[in-house]
């Protein structure tokens, strides 16, 4: 394969950009990070990602794939050394569920929890811990998904990012989803993945994205009033 060039659109406190710099590293590819600002698309962005004007957005030879889910797959499509979804047809499948599950349902939830308040945000905080029993009963205690083997793959870049991301947005908005005492299984791996280097080497700063989600919740609460 010839010589590519590379860009990731992206912003320092996305979650979903970190999963597309996860898989890059892994993958060993070199590109050029482009920091882009939400407050004020720029005409870069919208040229590039104009249906949903959002990030990440990986640009290979001028050619844009936006969402981070499809951005990963072409990533391991595009450089098949080092695979992060399983080779396994049938396994493919399974983890694209989860991924789907995690992203439809847990990140939403704790999204509605993150920009709500009084019963509304109680119950968004109820479903989170609903599904992150589901987390654990199905991802971990089988051990068919997640911790079964070595390294990092599809569902540990899903979820992982999910998780890094979960306390600063718990402090933010002041409510509590995750109980290291209820989700064992999930704390010991969230642990052991926050150790590894290629995910530790370049985290945001706890303080600056709890800060981050104090505003972006006030700034939104504000507009429903």
Same mark, same amino acid.
């Given at each position: 394969?010839?010589?590519?060039?590379v860009?990731?659109?992206?912003s320092?406190?996305?979650p979903?950009?970190?999963r597309v710099?996860w898989a890059l590293?892994?993958?060993?590819?070199t590109y050029?990070?482009l920091?882009?600002?939400?407050k004020?698309?720029s005409?870069?962005?919208?040229?590039?990602?104009?249906i949903?004007k959002?990030?990440?957005v990986?640009?290979i030879?001028?050619?844009?794939?936006a969402e981070?889910?499809?951005?990963?797959e072409f990533?391991?499509?595009?450089?098949k050394?080092?695979?992060?979804?399983?080779i &396994?047809?049938? $396994?493919? /499948?399974?983890?694209?569920?989860?991924?789907?599950?995690i992203d439809?349902k847990? @990140?939403?939830?704790?999204?509605?929890?993150l920009?709500?308040e009084?019963?509304?945000q109680?119950k968004?905080?109820k479903?989170?811990?609903?599904?992150?029993?589901i987390v654990?009963r199905?991802?971990?205690?089988e051990k068919?998904l997640i911790?079964a083997?070595?390294g990092i793959?599809?569902l540990?870049i899903?979820l992982g990012s999910?998780c890094?991301?979960l306390p600063a947005i718990e402090?933010g908005?002041?409510?509590k989803?995750f109980d290291?005492n209820?989700?064992p299984?999930?704390n010991?791996?969230m642990? &052991?993945?926050? $150790?590894? /280097?290629?995910v530790?080497?370049?985290?945001?700063?706890?303080?600056r994205?709890? @800060?981050y989600?104090?505003?972006i919740?006030?700034f939104v609460?504000?507009?429903?009033?």
């Amino acid at each position: 394969m010839g010589e590519v060039e590379v860009k990731l659109l992206g912003s320092w406190m996305s979650p979903f950009v970190r999963r597309v710099q996860w898989a890059l590293k892994l993958k060993g590819v070199t590109y050029e990070y482009l920091e882009e600002d939400l407050k004020k698309k720029s005409p870069r962005l919208l040229n590039y990602n104009p249906i949903h004007k959002k990030i990440p957005v990986l640009v290979i030879d001028g050619k844009p794939i936006a969402e981070s889910p499809v951005i990963i797959e072409f990533i391991d499509d595009m450089w098949k050394h080092n695979p992060i979804l399983p080779i &396994d047809p049938y $396994e493919r /499948s399974v983890a694209r569920f989860w991924a789907k599950f995690i992203d439809e349902k847990l @990140s939403n939830v704790v999204r509605m929890a993150l920009f709500s308040e009084g019963e509304e945000q109680e119950k968004a905080v109820k479903e989170s811990i609903e599904s992150f029993e589901i987390v654990e009963r199905e991802l971990f205690k089988e051990k068919t998904l997640i911790g079964a083997g070595e390294g990092i793959g599809y569902l540990e870049i899903i979820l992982g990012s999910f998780c890094t991301w979960l306390p600063a947005i718990e402090e933010g908005a002041g409510f509590k989803v995750f109980d290291s005492n209820k989700f064992p299984l999930v704390n010991k791996w969230m642990t &052991d993945f926050l $150790e590894l /280097s290629i995910v530790k080497e370049d985290l945001p700063p706890r303080d600056r994205l709890v @800060s981050y989600f104090q505003q972006i919740r006030h700034f939104v609460l504000a507009t429903k009033k």
